[in-house]
């Protein structure tokens, strides 16, 4: 490391930066994960250079080569980054330079970072959406998994954390399973909000050399080139489509999270998370905490925090880029590589826990979770609904003070409340026969569990596909 960096603009300077300056105005220790990125838009650029004629085709061949032996370099692990270089960006040209000489001085031809390091975030920002698309994918996989191997299971279904209706565990399931293909069409989006090339924008107004941006952007895969040079330098949207889409996509895990911790306790029983998924007390000897739900729950704080620092860091400035815009990486990257972790611990906790299926009918037996069914009854014989609640609400009150259930009513009770209740009454309280009849549309009754199960697996196949085409197959 050398104590006086030496600085691209040290013809302007009469001073080189103290340590203290440098050390604040850098950010390569956050931004040299772009590092791919960078020699992947150099390459294109030096080609581009090239193919129109600004540098030679001997400079391109060396800077392409020079380029691909750090990265191969860096990958290996035998890069050591000098920590006096000011971003990823000119560490990998300071090098390159060392490498090769004046060919790696002429790389920055009709190039500004600040076009730079919009399009090597651009390409991160995509990658790292395909990335979370296939991790939402696993978790979504995990969800329809668990549905499927519980399809008959009934639990009880909660408003206000009190017992309301029945519902199949497949229900419940599956309805994280639809948050998350929402959460996988936002990231979908923040990739496509990503897709547009702004290299060739130059510091903020272009570039005087004969420059072929659609070149650029196909080899680099981006579909469209910015249409305005001043925007493409100083728009970070993208950065905040895809934070926010981690944003969200954390608020749904936090709420899932918080359903295993609930269910895991005693008081519920629920579910029983694997041990791998576990941690034990130091003094209690008997305790089993989901110390990895709560891990979930509690990184959601950190992704809410990312979103509202990446947003108030772009408010406020002025056209066009400004020295502000490299705290934009930060938190996205802390955003993005929370989401993936906690999206992987989700789908470890769900495909590993056990599922307590007597625990959870035994729930759904108490509660008075059929009394919707017994007004629904008399008001299908005439009674209308309002006066069938009354009647169905001194029921429960009198059974709640008689410490007993709706199923342990005989008819003639029934009919003593209400002469409207007629001999099939007391199929109204059926456990079964109450999830049963909820057979409308994204209703929970058998049949439109399995349709839901059935479209929530086209909608991952459909996902899967879109992930396939655009080179993550396997990973
Ligand atoms: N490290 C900088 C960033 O992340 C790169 C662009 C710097 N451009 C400039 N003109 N200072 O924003």
């Not at 791919?36 to 390459?43: L, Q, R, T």
């Not at 989006?189 to 941006?213: E, H």
């Amino acid at each position: 490391m050398s104590d006086t960096p030496k600085t691209p603009w040290s013809g302007r300077f009469e001073h080189t930066p103290g340590a203290f300056q440098q050390r604040f105005g850098a950010s390569l220790a956050v931004d040299r994960r772009l590092y791919a990125e960078d020699i992947a838009g150099s390459v294109a650029h030096a080609r581009m250079l090239a193919k129109q004629g600004i540098i030679t085709s001997g400079d391109a061949e060396a800077i392409e080569e020079g380029l691909l032996g750090i990265l191969k370099n860096i990958e290996g692990g035998a890069f050591v980054f000098d920590e006096s270089d000011e971003d990823v960006h000119m560490a990998i040209e300071a090098e390159l330079t060392r490498r090769i000489g004046d060919a790696g001085k002429r790389l920055h031809t009709a190039r500004s970072r600040n076009d730079q390091v919009a399009t090597d975030t651009r390409l991160h920002a995509k990658r790292e959406a395909l990335r979370l698309h296939g991790a939402i994918g696993e978790l979504r996989r995990a969800l329809l998994d668990r549905a499927a191997a519980h399809a008959d299971v009934v639990m009880p279904g909660y408003t206000h954390l009190q017992k309301a209706q029945p519902v199949l565990f497949a229900h419940h399931m599956l309805a994280y399973s639809w948050m998350l293909t929402r959460d996988a069409k936002r990231v979908k989006r923040a990739w496509k909000a990503a897709d547009v090339l702004p290299l060739g924008s130059a510091a903020l107004a272009g570039t005087t050399f004969p420059i072929d941006r659609d070149a650029v952007a196909q080899e680099l895969g981006f579909s469209h080139v910015s249409p305005n040079s001043l925007d493409a330098v100083s728009d970070r949207d993208f950065l905040v489509d895809l934070t926010y889409a981690c944003t969200l996509g954390m608020v749904h895990l936090s709420r899932l999270a918080e359903e295993l911790i609930l269910w895991s306790s005693d008081e519920f029983g629920f579910v029983t998370l694997d041990d791998a998924w576990s941690t034990g007390s130091s003094i209690m000897p008997q305790k089993k905490n989901p110390d990895f739900a709560e891990l979930v729950r509690g990184k959601t704080g950190r992704a809410v925090g990312d979103l509202t620092s990446l947003l108030v860091t772009l408010k406020g400035i002025p056209l066009a880029y400004n020295k502000d815009m490299q705290e934009d990486k930060e938190p996205a990257f802390d955003a993005i590589d929370t989401y993936a972790d906690s999206l992987e611990a989700m789908a470890g906790m769900l495909s590993t826990m056990r599922v307590n299926t007597v625990r959870m009918r035994d729930g759904a037996l108490g509660g008075f979770m059929a009394a919707t069914d017994l007004a629904d009854h008399l008001a299908a014989r005439g009674v209308p609904f309002r006066e069938a609640h009354e009647i169905v609400g001194k029921l429960v009150l009198a059974c709640e003070r008689d410490g007993r259930t709706l199923q342990e009513l005989s008819l003639a009770e029934l009919q003593a409340a209400s002469p409207a209740f007629e001999d099939d009454a007391l199929g109204a309280v059926d456990i079964d026969a109450v999830v049963a009849r909820r057979d409308t549309a994204g209703g929970t009754a058998p049949g439109r569990v399995a349709e839901q199960l059935a479209a929530a697996h086209a909608a991952l196949d459909a996902d899967a596909a879109w992930l396939a085409s655009h080179g993550l197959a396997d990973d």
